[in-house]
């Protein structure tokens, strides 16, 4: 069984500053992990993806995310939040080589000015 | 940019009606799937298709049901819609090889039912 937990269902920064968005996993099968990011509106889109290569992921829009496998973590990264950062981003997890996706409940971030 | 269709982006109708909401994709994929969002909550499988004349319902219960008698297209049905349906539908699909496992979105089609 797989199932997904981001800390933070709001988190707010000011522009300029670090963005951490928190995910932890859990799998009995060696993990996809995924961040998605929803704009007002829109579908999701995703940001970037983990499939047991590199254990540091880089993404689009200066995003990365680090795989720990002792913490069962995934969290999503960027030095340097932009205003356009504001969005609901989504973790997820998939057994490797499966299909079916499962999704954390989303964490909202609020860029301040 | 996916190219992956949804209509009606928003819907607005009466409790009893019968609905369908469209979704289509022009990339070849096999794999299609609905998701049903809710705010502040996670997104929940409803219906997923491996390929044509395939489809098995997700993990929620969910009382609408799906078709795909075509590759690209595979709609979404509710023959009597309720109140508790209101909610966001999300279509996506998803290849197979180097991109396995990625999901494309349609931009969803919210549905509020009076």
Redesign the interface.
């Known amino acids: 069984a797989q199932s ?1 937990t981001q800390l933070g ?1 709001h988190v707010s920064v000011s522009e300029g500053a670090l963005v951490l968005l928190r995910c932890n996993y859990s799998s009995s099968v060696p993990p ?1 992990l ?1 961040w ?1 990011v929803q704009y007002p ?6 940001l970037l ?1 983990y ?1 047991s290569a590199a254990t540091l992921v880089k993404g689009i829009n200066g995003f990365e995310a680090e795989f720990k496998k002792s913490e069962t973590s995934f969290h999503l990264t960027k030095p340097s939040a932009h205003m356009s950062d504001a969005a609901e981003y ?1 973790c997820a997890v ?1 057994a490797a ?10 964490t909202r971030l609020f860029v301040k000015a | 940019e ?1 190219d ?1 269709y ?1 209509t009606p982006r928003y819907l607005v109708i009466g409790t009893g009606k019968k609905i369908t909401l469209e979704c289509s994709q022009t990339m070849g994929h096999d ?1 299609m799937y609905w ?1 049903q969002q809710d705010p ?4 929940h ?1 409803i219906h ?1 298709s491996y390929g044509v004349n395939s489809t098995e319902k ?2 929620l219960s969910s009382e609408s049901t799906v078709s795909r008698i075509r590759t690209e297209h595979f709609p979404l049905t509710l023959e009597s819609a309720r109140p508790s349906h209101t909610s966001q539908y ?1 279509c ?1 699909s ?1 290849d197979h090889g180097m991109r ?9 089609s919210r549905l509020t039912v009076l």
Do not use: P
């Not at chain 1, 080589?97 to 989303?106: H, L, N």
């Not at chain 2, 502040?40 to 997104?43: F, H, K, N, Y």
């Not at chain 2, 396995?100 to 969803?108: K, M, R």
């Open positions: 997904v269902s996809y995924f998605y509106n829109q579908g999701l889109q995703l993806k499939t989504f998939s080589g499966g299909f079916k996706t499962i999704f954390g409940a989303g | 996916a992956i949804q794999k998701y502040g909550m996670e997104l499988l997923y997700g993990d999300l996506a998803s396995a496992g990625e999901l494309f979105f349609g931009e969803g």
